[in-house]
């Protein structure tokens, strides 16, 4: 796999399909659709980090670390204020630090808060918001022939048991990400096809009805024909939330309209499969896609346009990500750039004026 071409990847390193019976209708078009639907659909969900290793999070990755259980509840209920149902973990290990108490790998020691994860999940219980918890990166980023190697699955499935039995208590523990993103190029590959059926399998066995999130790269390239959709029916993920590509200017927002509208006809013949966006709402301090180039917001002007090119053609809009690109001013959890209030502010502005029941402050 091209590490390049890969956003999560980028993050990391540089260089049988299940029906989905019984899918609650929040996972339909119909959600967001108020009286008088306006064109532009809100955002509905956001990744979130704990910490990550290098300098794209550079800009909150330190305020992160110093966060006090108080904070971590208070930025969940930030998300939850404008009108966000679903927040989506990046990793439960990363860098080769842990996030919660294993002895497969040494717990992150830079952190203040004993246990990040259960004061979101303890926050979201509250305010109402769906988690998905990451299956990773336990030993790093692996290809995929390597995740589906006996040894190293049973690896992530003993992390997996063990956040079910620290975790599952919660009731915001609604389903499963897997983080190793696979590219659209233009199709997905069968070894990829094979892992997700392998991981799906046990994150559904260690808690039943999860729902399990993929998030792929490549969605310019997606051919969308007869093969794609044998594809989608193969593919046991409930959601795919494919990534816009915008802000890691490998697509323009024309081309990300063009290329939502090709998969809503996909996933309209496999309606088992949730079509979502992940838009991409930063941008970059300098060149893209470089380890040493900080993430910063996106212009909000910019934003409203990714969020039209998608919005006729999906199910759900998500975001990478709120937590650094956007700050509530005042709020009990600052974090990112300086632009973050900036973002926060004419975003919470635009929703007010279209979708004020959905903002709670």
């Known amino acids: 796999m091209n590490h390049d071409i ?6 990391e390193v540089l260089g049988a399909g299940a029906a989905m019976a019984g899918l609650p209708r929040g996972l339909t078009r119909a959600e967001d659709a108020p009286t008088t639907k306006p064109k532009i659909k809100p955002i509905r969900g956001s990744w979130i980090s704990v910490l990550w290793n290098d300098r794209r999070h550079f800009y909150w990755n330190d305020a992160c670390a110093k966060f006090s259980r108080e904070q971590w509840e208070g930025l969940v209920q930030e998300a939850a204020d404008i009108g966000m149902k679903y927040l989506v973990l990046l990793a439960t290990v990363e860098g080769g630090k842990a996030f919660f108490d294993t002895p497969l790998a040494p717990k992150a020691k830079e952190l203040a808060c004993d246990d990040p994860i259960d004061a979101m999940l303890a926050a979201a219980d509250k305010c109402g918001i769906k988690f998905f918890l990451s ?11 390597t995740l589906i190697d006996p040894k190293i699955a049973k690896r992530r499935f003993e992390a997996m048991a063990q956040i079910v039995d620290k975790y599952g208590r919660h009731e915001s523990f609604w389903g499963w990400y897997l983080p190793d993103e696979a590219g659209v190029t233009p199709y997905f ?19 039943l009805g999860a729902k399990i999130l993929i998030a792929p790269w490549g969605t310019h390239n997606a051919v969308c024909d007869d093969k794609y959709v044998k594809q989608l029916e193969q593919l046991d993920a409930d959601i795919i939330a494919y ?13 990300s309209a063009a290329a939502y509208e090709k998969l809503r006809l996909a996933h309209d013949r496999v309606p088992q499969r949730a079509l979502w966006a992940d838009v991409e709402v930063f941008d970059w301090e300098g060149p893209s896609n470089l380890q040493t180039s900080p993430l910063i917001p996106a212009p909000f002007e910019r934003i409203k346009k990714q969020l039209a090119a998608v919005s006729p053609y999906v199910d759900v809009i998500t975001i990478y990500q709120y937590q650094g690109l956007m700050s509530r001013p005042g709020g009990k959890a600052p974090t990112g750039h300086p632009g973050a209030t900036k973002l926060y502010r004419d975003y919470v502005a635009w929703l007010k004026s279209e979708y004020p ?3 709670r402050s």
Do not use: P
């Open 6 to 11: 890969s956003r999560r990847g980028f993050l």
């Open 189 to 207: 590959t069968d070894v990829f096809i094979r892992h997700v059926a392998i991981y799906a399998r046990e994150a559904r066995r260690l808690k």
């Open 135 to 145: 299956t990773g990166y336990l030993d790093g980023w692996l290809d995929y022939g």
């Open 243 to 255: 990534q816009d590509e915008v802000g890691c200017r490998r697509a323009t927002i024309a081309e």
């Open 357 to 359: 029941r959905l903002v």
